[in-house]
């Protein structure tokens, strides 16, 4: 009966995020699922609802734009997500020491990170302007004509890459000094005492240590980076420009621009698949890597 008891509250405490799981996350997942294999412009209603098979996906394997997106967004994750990790490791690696300032500076890399992202990415737009503050700099210190990073293909990323990077940082950041304060103490110090130098004492004590956090955080930042969305929309003034548009906004763009719900539904299984099969070959790899 006390078993019986203890399992009914048990259920009790999990309903309502079950509930909620259910109906904003399972439901739709496996309603755009669905959707992928249909054509259906909601604004027709329901009986406007046409099955058609694989052909969206037979689709988006001739759709340049799409194939660009996946691309680009390949591009973004390959460019910031080991960037930001070195970076936020190294800074930790630094601050985990007697600094000055230590906590204001933490706090100066977190704030980026919990910022409004539409609001970083028009500051960014306003920097990158061809008029903007980043050309003169570059025109007053070494003689670089403006460059036209918000429309020119061949840098139009460089913008949504860095902004990508800044605010990462400061989540990276602060796990990863969470993690340094865990290595235990008496290993640097058996260290010490064989002379060990400091890049052989991170090498061979503080990598493997903090190995987990760096796989966690390579998990989550790709699954992220792949969720681009509001800083490709904001700098690129909402246009789906095929030289820097992301898979997400691709999906923005088909959903609600041209109200192909059903071809809309089959990117973002693509979008799925793509993130679930990256993360299954990290899970893979980290055996190689990863000291638990």
């Known amino acids: 009966m006390n078993k019986r008891k203890e399992n009914l509250t048990g259920w009790l405490f999990i309903m309502p995020m079950l509930v909620a799981f259910l109906i904003f996350i399972a439901f739709p997942f496996f309603t755009s699922i669905g959707l992928s294999f249909t054509e259906w412009n909601f604004i027709g209603g329901w009986e406007r609802l046409k099955w058609v098979g694989m052909d969206n996906f037979v689709r988006l394997t001739k759709d340049f734009r799409f194939v ?3 691309k680009n967004t390949l591009v973004y994750a390959a ?15 630094l601050l985990n020491h007697q600094v000055y300032l230590k906590k204001t500076l933490r706090m100066a890399f977190f704030i980026p990170y919990i910022s409004n992202t539409v609001a970083l990415a028009a500051v960014f737009k306003f920097l990158f302007n061809k008029e903007g503050i980043i050309n003169r700099a ?4 070494f003689g670089v004509k403006a460059i036209d990073w918000i429309t020119n293909p061949s840098a139009n990323k460089v913008p949504i890459i860095l902004l990508v990077i800044w605010t990462a940082l400061g989540y990276e950041l602060v796990i990863y000094m969470a993690a340094l304060q865990n290595v235990p ?5 058996a260290a010490d005492m064989d002379g060990a130098s400091g890049w052989t004492k991170f090498w061979k004590i503080t990598f493997p240590m903090i190995s987990p956090t760096t796989f966690y955080l390579c998990i989550v930042r790709f699954i992220s980076v792949f969720k681009l969305f509001s800083a490709v929309n904001i700098i690129t003034m909402g246009t789906t420009q095929a030289s820097n548009t992301s898979i997400v906004q691709r999906i923005y763009d088909s959903a609600f621009s041209k109200y192909e719900f059903g071809y809309a539904s089959a990117e973002a299984t693509v979008l799925f698949v793509l993130i679930l099969l990256i993360t299954l070959f990290q899970f893979k790899v980290q055996k190689k890597w990863v000291n638990y």
């Open 138 to 141: 570059l025109n007053s210190m």
């Open 79 to 93: 460019a910031t997500v080991p960037t930001s990790i070195l970076l936020a490791l190294g800074l930790a690696n």
């Open 185 to 189: 103490r008496n290993l640097y110090e």
């Open 68 to 70: 660009q997106a996946i």
